[in-house]
């Protein structure tokens, strides 16, 4: 990891940056102090400059991130929900619902994109990049390629993807993306064995280091799923070990740790224990968590939802902030922000206005809960449905 002292100061991004095929290369630094062996040398991304202020900029008061990477597949799933059938054309209608939403970019600092999406144009054959860009929302795209089963493990999974990575990254740098997302998971119910532990956070580390190569912020994420009936104590001890491992790792990779984005689970009981956690709880055992394992220097903490209502993830993300954090602590939902805004769509085009006005209740409500100002007021019956699905695949 290189030392926020080889950094020049790195403001915020400005929307002119990070436009398509738009590069800041900067030196990459070597250090040899003391003629130590050249094994041993200190390395930062040629990028590494452009990497922190993307980072800061996704990383920005009040906003977060708007995950909307779903894969054809689970795209395909969201849409049966509402009578739709999954081709390409309802795709794209409903992510151009999404990234045209007027002044999303109030409350949205960057979206994720699937591969399909990055390449698409809006059905005014905009490119949907530009869309996001003119709302000074930062492009992100998906890169991993799904789990697969962990052979020796208990019957748990690894996320496959590396190979071929850093041609993938060079080409969604140039198409206009600025930081990336890896999804691998860990399972309490199954162990988690320590195979499992160790092939997730070399995984994510393997894949930081080449996404920084290539000019794309890694988000890091180890998403320890909410299936089971263990207590939040469990939950928190598995944390611990997920996070040192995964930071061991990310350090012998050499990853700048100023140039990456977290997006963790929050701690909470399992989705099937019969002791429920009050927000207060959640903060006080998700901000110990990160007290002992996550450095300063990481910008952003940009916790996913795991199935919680959309109330219950804004109560949660509000709690863990009414006091400063050393981070940015916001949020990276998909379906927390995007649950209500599809059902109230209904896949009609004369409701796209009254379901970009719901999308932006979510978002206002949890830029609010970023600021620890979000009070719960108002919220109709279906933000406060739940929405875990065990066994879910993403």
Not at 129 to 154: R, W, Y
Not at 346 to 355: F, H, I, L, Q, S
Request: aromatic residues 8%; contains cysteine; hydrophobic residues 40%.
């Amino acid at each position: 990891m290189a030392s926020a002292s080889l950094l020049k100061s790195s403001p915020v991004l400005d929307k002119s940056e990070f436009v398509k095929g738009h590069t800041l290369r900067q030196t990459v630094v070597r250090c040899f102090p003391n003629a130590v062996p050249s094994s041993l040398s200190v390395r930062a991304s040629s990028y590494a400059d452009e990497l922190v202020k993307t980072a800061k900029t996704v990383a920005s008061p009040g906003r977060g991130i708007l995950a909307m990477d779903e894969s054809n597949a689970t795209c395909g799933k969201r849409l049966a929900s509402i009578g739709l059938e999954n081709t390409e054309a309802n795709r794209q209608a409903y992510r151009t619902l999404l990234v045209t939403a007027p002044g999303l970019g109030q409350y949205i600092s960057g979206a994720i994109l699937f591969e399909e999406t990055l390449y698409q144009s809006t059905t005014d054959g905009k490119k949907m990049v530009d869309v996001l860009v003119e709302q000074n929302i930062v492009p992100g795209i998906k890169v991993d390629k799904g789990l697969v089963p962990l052979a020796g493990s208990n019957n748990e999974s690894w996320c496959q993807g590396l190979d071929g990575l850093a041609s993938r990254s060079a080409a969604y740098y140039e198409q206009g993306a600025r930081f990336a997302k890896w999804r691998t998971v860990v399972s309490i119910p199954n162990g988690p064995s320590a195979l499992a532990v160790k092939e997730a956070a070399w995984g994510l580390a393997r894949y930081a280091a080449i996404s920084q190569d290539n000019g794309l912020v890694p988000i890091v994420e180890p998403e320890i799923l909410l299936d089971g009936e263990h207590g939040i104590d469990r939950t928190f001890e598995v944390a611990q070990k997920v996070w040192a491992e995964v930071f061991f790792y990310l350090a012998e990779n050499n990853v700048l740790f100023e140039g990456i984005l977290l997006k963790p689970s929050m701690v909470t009981p399992g989705a099937e224990c019969k002791d429920k956690a009050t927000p207060e709880q959640v903060a006080d055992y998700t901000l110990n968590l990160l007290k002992r394992r996550i450095p300063p220097s990481v910008p952003g903490i940009m916790f996913l939802s795991g199935g919680q209502s959309e109330v219950e993830a804004t109560l949660n993300l509000n709690a863990m902030n009414q006091a400063p954090n050393p981070w940015h602590v916001s949020f990276s939902y998909a379906r927390a922000l995007q649950n209500t805004c599809l059902k109230t769509w209904g896949g009609r085009p004369e409701n796209v206005k009254a379901a970009q006005d719901t999308l932006l209740v979510r978002a206002k409500a949890n830029s609010l809960a970023q600021l620890g100002k979000y009070t719960g007021e108002g919220e109709s019956d279906e933000a406060k449905k739940g929405m875990f699905v065990k066994g879910y695949v993403y």
